[in-house]
């Protein structure tokens, strides 16, 4: 079964720090262009962070560029997002996807090229 499992989210204070998880099972990550995109209440879902297969190059949405960090272990078939200075409009909750045909980079972060898989999620609350 093809599956990917977020982790790693919970309730932190403004300007604190989490590092999210993103683990597959039952295929490798080596082929995937991996992204994270977040999730908040009475919003559309909208990208993070990418990362490529190929050559480790990422993106980021401007609204994190300099505070969250995106990387990959292809040994351990896990992604990672290290997030600094959090602030409460980062609540979200935050979901890790893959995608084996993408365009470009930015392509894959506004989710205008195919996604293949979703996880289930991982809540982050940023709030004092």
């Known amino acids: 079964q093809l599956q990917l499992v977020e982790s790693g989210g919970g309730l932190v204070q403004p300007g604190g720090s989490l590092r999210l998880s993103c683990v597959a099972s039952g295929f490798t990550l080596d082929y995937y262009a991996i992204g994270w995109f977040r999730q908040a209440p009475g919003k559309e879902r909208e990208g993070v962070s990418c990362i490529s297969n190929s050559d480790g190059s990422t993106a980021y949405a401007d609204s994190v560029k300099g505070r969250f960090v995106i990387s990959r272990d292809n040994a351990k078939n896990t992604v990672y997002l290290q997030m600094n200075s959090l602030k409460p409009e980062d609540t979200a909750v935050y979901y890790c996807?893959?995608?084996?045909?993408?365009?470009?980079?930015?392509?894959?972060?506004?989710?205008?090229?195919?996604?293949?898989?979703w996880g289930q999620g991982t809540q982050v609350t940023v709030s004092s």
């Open positions: 996807a893959t995608s084996s045909s993408i365009t470009t980079l930015q392509a894959m972060c506004i989710m205008a090229d195919p996604i293949d898989s």
